[in-house]
């Protein structure tokens, strides 16, 4: 199967695929109790029959729930996602305005936690029963068990009230108008505890996941070939045994960067870094249907292309698999 | 630190600030110029014109870029603001207001009574559900004499009218903008305009919204500080390591957990006020749902509830000692508040007695928990403790604040705990919870009990458009005792929202609406 068809065949069936979860988030979110006018009266401790009938009309909640999915189905044909009437923005203005802090934080943390678990998991299965091996394997398995916002706040008092090393929340100083070299430094620091944070969690995925895969391959006949023919253990570590036993790290990170965009809601919450996850999180305690909905397309678009570029990703790692078969 | 050595902390702190604001006694301490400040708003507010929204947090961030006709001090004595001065004719039909000379829209255009009318008549008559009640069924008519005089002339006299015009319930609006344009989808919502202190500059969502001082600003000299950064921190954790660390100024009333409130205010130029809510004196309660029918509707059930629950503890140990024990439905804060009314004190013996001769045998209660927090959930599971002592047999529901707005909203509830702003005059904030006229679904802040007494109607009517204040005291006095033996609502806690800032931050809380007039007289030293 060529790598065309193969392709476009995957392509028509995400469209199918993002279409049925559209509508399937459209009535999921309708289920819920409240809507977004009755919160934004809600939140205001006073409203009347007219103001609620008001903002009915603007949110365009008064017409048939039939008129309202078609609404939004033909806007997002068109590419459009709609309007907040309660930020009065458009929803890609705001999700886009959220992506940057959003892939930053998620992005590092993907790199961070990828390349740490890789080594990590590589390094303990090398030493597997030596004390480096029971240290790391203990460390990733605290890291997975504890709570995450538990590490987040107590790393906020460690880290910033403590030892005054790193700021606790914001994306950057506000108020100190950096430019430049100067901004990018900024942010960089206060990048450091939710990046750290977030990336935790994946590190102690990808160190288990990785040490358990290479222990696994480094007992198949292959490798006891490749140490047979003289290769020094280094290269058939490399080579042989780490290459084989990286295909199950390539699909928990795929599934992971699946998830670039949605954010992090947890982390972005506790660290007040102003990405999508919050936009989102947000939108749901509002009631922001059209934000809602957008950001939700837009997280399920990235998870259909990511498993897509998994799958071609695969071939890469190992030839010998016929992506799509 | 116990509550009453918290108590004691919290008077001190308070007294002093009260002796820095008085500026008889302060030793003509110049205010600084410049600098900026960190403020905590919580949660994002949606926008941040007033005319429009009026949440929590819009009013907060507004109330430096609007203004209205007048301030309150927090003996809720009107003070000059838009309107420099103001009569009321000797049969309290007509008040006219005096502008203020020279003052200019953030635009450049000068605000006239041209603007006033506009607000009141037109704008805020059409979207405010506030003023929009008052302007229907009280004004008879608003018209401008000249450029700086304005005239409202109303039906009957209506006592509350004088207390209106705080800016979250009135803001003035800019008519060279919004007249004749569809005000909801009116492009400037975004970059709001107005004459007060402070312009807007910058709304990065999601991090911070920047207010810059307006150097045309009508009062000379005003305002002292340059910058004002609103910073959005959601977790109430981070935020009060954030005020630790520094990087905030001022955590507003209700931006951290009441059990970090102690911690913080001890904390090196640390200074903490309870001052600044006297307008609105939030008053929490449970709302029995008597539509139901069943022990709910029986009054010796809701006594006996009552006598029940420990509402000391409630204040004490769910509330950290914020707030003070309400007599009644009108907050000690609020205007013609009577303390002669039947009391209710932690009694468990009496409660089952009154439990027992209503007839009930048991039936369920569901108590509806307020989404707002820990504090809340904890509340609602102390009230659940006390109610089974009693022999109620009550279960707690959750759901999150979509939710409990529609379930309140719409009735759906056994009993629901809510609190609601008094708004100074029981006329305006306090009637609506009690009035059978106002048992309406949609919001959850009328009469959602269904509670239902045509004398409690006749004189909450008559107080509102009696002509003097001692007639109103009179019939407000009677309608108290009436409520307050009736148990309608379960009355549970004057709240306290404490404001908690760096002492170095002076003159931050000046009026009987706190921060959220604006920070026209703060400086930092």
Known sequence: ???????????????????????????????????????????????DAQLLEQLRQRFGLNEPITTQLWIYIKGYMTFDLGFSYRQQQPVLSLVLDRLPATLLLTGAAFVVSLALGIVMGALAARRAGRWSDSLIT??????????????????????????????????????????????????????????????????????????????????????????????????????????????PVVTLAGLQAGQLVGGAVLTETVFAWPGIGRLMFDALVQRDYSVLLGVFFMSSAMVVGFNILTDLVYRIADPRIEAGA | MTSSAFRRHLAVTTALAAFALAPSMAPAQTPNTGGSIHVVVQPEPPMLMQGLNQNGPTNMVAGNIYESLLRYDEKLNPKPSLAKSWEISPDSKVYTFKLQDGVTWHDGKPFTADDVVFSLDKFLREVHPRWRPIANSQVEKIEKIDDLTVKITLKQPFGPLILSQEVGGAPMIPKHIYDGTDYRANPANNT?????????????????????????????????????YWEIIPDAAARAVAYETGKIDVLTGGSVDVYDVARLSKLPNSCVTTKGWEMFAPHAWLTPNIAKGGPLANKQFRQGMMFAIDREFGKD??????????????????????????????????????????????????????PYGEVWSRWAEAIKQNLTDAGVNVSIETTDVPGWTQKASNGDFDMTFNYLYQLGDPATGVARNYISTNIVKGNPFGNQGAYVN????????????????????????????????????LWQLEMDFPTIYRCNVKNLVNSAIGVNDGFRDAWKE
Not at chain 1, 7 to 34: D, E, H, T
Not at chain 2, 461 to 484: C, F, G, H, N, W
């Open chain 2, 454 to 489: 045509p004398e409690v109607d006749k004189l909450f009517a008559d107080a509102a458009t009696a002509p003097s204040d001692s007639a109103r005291q009179e019939l407000y006095t009677k309608v108290q005792k009436i409520l307050a033996d009736d148990v309608p609502v």
């Open chain 2, 192 to 228: 709001p305009i107005g004459t007060g202190p402070f312009k807007f500059k910058e709304w990065k969502k999601g991090s911070y919204i920047h207010l810059v001082k307006n150097e045309n600003y009508w009062q000379k000299g005003k305002p002292n500080l340059d910058e004002i």
């Open chain 2, 317 to 370: 140990v769910v509330w950290g000692g914020l707030g003070k024990l309400p007599t009644g439905p009108i907050s000690s804060k609020t205007k013609f508040y009577s303390a002669d009314v039947p009391k209710y004190s932690y009694d468990v013996a009496k409660a089952k007695e009154l439990i027992k001769a209503s007839g009930y045998k048991g039936e369920p209660i569901k108590l509806l928990a307020l």
């Open chain 1, 138 to 247: 203990t460390l990733s398995l605290v890291f997975y068990a504890t709570p995450l916002f538990w590490i987040a706040l107590m790393s906020q008092i460690v880290f910033s009230l403590k030892l005054g090393l790193v700021p606790n929340v914001g994306y950057e100083t506000i108020g100190a108008n950096n430019t430049g070299l100067a901004r990018a430094l900024d942010i960089g620091h206060h990048l450091i505890l939710p990046a750290l944070t977030l990336g935790l969690f994946f590190t102690a995925l990808y160190a288990r996941m990785m040490r358990a895969s290479m222990l696994e391959v480094a007992g198949a006949d292959f490798v006891k070939t490749a140490r047979a023919k003289g290769l020094s253990p280094g290269i058939v570590s490399r080579r042989h045994v780490a290459r084989n036993a990286i295909l």
């Open chain 1, 1 to 47: 199967m060529n790598l065309l068809h193969f392709l476009s065949g995957r392509l028509v069936k995400g469209v199918l695929v993002l279409f049925a979860i559209a509508v399937l988030n459209f009535f999921l979110i309708r289920a819920a109790p409240g809507d977004p006018a009755q919160v934004l009266a809600g939140e205001a401790g006073a409203a």
